[in-house]
């Protein structure tokens, strides 16, 4: 009588014991990726804002030049304050394409004024730019990898059942799209 109470009580204590265990490490697994996610959205954050307080600068130096690219100044200026007023890091990644889009446009009008691609402080800003955004393109493939795992952490059977309980969702991917 005494082995069947045992097995009775101790066998569901041990399957117990064993999920609350389960729980508590994927919780913690879950928590600590998403903070390595959070940790490098700052980092790629300041990387993005070191580059687009780079802007004014250069369309300064683009305006004495190009004046009637007036709509190109309009767009770069209008993102950029965009980006800089967007909390939500998913609206703040599409902003940020969007900008560099925009930037590129701008960049591209050193073609049409030979004049300013001789200008040393259009040369300046260009090679802090490009130094910046290798700086960027090495963030954003470190920040696409840790989501990458995150997001494999929140997929994966049976820890997306402990993700959706604690309401660990997925994390967007920082594209290259323009």
Known sequence: MNWQLILWIGIPTIAVLLSIRFVWRTYNELTWHL?????????????????????????????????HESSTFTEVTKLRSQWGQTKDINEKMKTANMLESALSKLLVVQERYPQLKANRNFQSIQRSIGSVEAQILNERKYYNEVVRRYNVRVKLFPRNIIAKIFGFAEREFFSNEK
């Open 35 to 67: 903070v390595k996610v959070d940790k490098i959205t700052g980092n790629l954050d300041a990387v993005l804002k070191k580059k687009f307080d780079m802007i004014p600068a250069l369309i300064e130096v683009v305006k004495g030049y190009a004046k």
